[in-house]
């Protein structure tokens, strides 16, 4: 276990809905990451937030967006979904910004029908 | 930008072998760290190992080592005395160590160990 936790663990939706996924770093962690796998891309990095604020972006769509909020709980919001953002998000979390070592979540299994 | 490469779509390997993961990497960064992560079929990412570009010394986890070689920039994974649960894809990944960059990963290596 390695102390980050994301909910929900499946989420199965339609075209064109919104959803919203939740991370929780692990104790004293800062820094929240976004990650993409799909069995197109690969693992990508989408965006990383460092104690409330925006720190870096990666292939992020502009469908897609995120926030931490004060108590260092992240969330990623997903619009107008399509059939290919079907995936397996990972948050992972790590001490300060430019953490050496991340720890992912279990992973959210996103389908779209 | 960085560019990670795993040449290895696949492995089987006998219970008990030691096994090398390949994985060669690419960046303008001066200063990076090189990671390897397990993801078994149940799909979590578990943390391997850590080597940073400035370490003179392998890392060493247990049975994972790290055969770094910054000359040939590449950065093999070695899993001594394999097991049945080392069953898994395996990702190489890196970033720059001052970057607020997350990491690049390599499209993995599915190792299969067979008794």
């Known amino acids: 276990d390695s102390g980050v936790t994301q909910t929900p663990k499946h989420l199965i939706t339609a075209t064109g809905q919104r959803v919203t996924l939740r991370c929780s770093p692990r104790s004293g962690d800062l820094s929240v990451y976004w990650y993409q796998q799909s069995l197109d891309q690969g693992l990508q990095f989408l965006i990383q937030?460092?104690?409330?604020?925006?720190?870096a972006k990666g292939n992020i769509l502009e469908r897609f967006s995120a926030q931490q909020f004060p108590d260092l709980h992240s969330e990623l919001n997903l619009s107008s979904l399509e059939l290919g953002d079907s995936a397996l998000y990972f948050c992972?979390?790590?001490?300060?910004?430019?953490?050496?070592?991340?720890?992912f979540g279990p992973g959210t299994r996103l389908t779209v029908t | 930008a960085q560019k990670i490469t795993q040449t290895q779509p696949g492995m089987f390997v006998q219970e008990k072998e030691a096994v090398t993961l390949d994985c060669t990497y690419d960046t303008s960064d001066p200063s990076y760290g090189l990671f390897w992560y397990k993801q078994p079929s149940s799909g979590e990412m578990i943390f391997l190992i850590y080597?940073?570009?400035?370490?003179?010394q392998n890392a060493t986890e247990g049975r994972y080592s790290l055969n770094f070689q910054k000359a040939r920039k590449s950065a093999n994974l070695v899993i001594s005395a394999s097991q049945l649960g080392d069953s898994a894809m395996y990702f190489c990944?890196?970033?720059?160590?001052?970057?607020?960059?997350?990491?690049?990963f390599g499209k993995g290596t599915h190792l299969i160990i067979q008794p």
């Open positions: 080597q940073g570009s400035y370490d003179q």
């Open positions: 990944a890196m970033r720059g160590l001052f970057s607020s960059d997350g990491l690049t």
């Open positions: 992972a979390s790590s001490e300060t910004g430019a953490g050496y070592e991340q720890y």
């Open positions: 937030y460092y104690n409330g604020e925006e720190r």
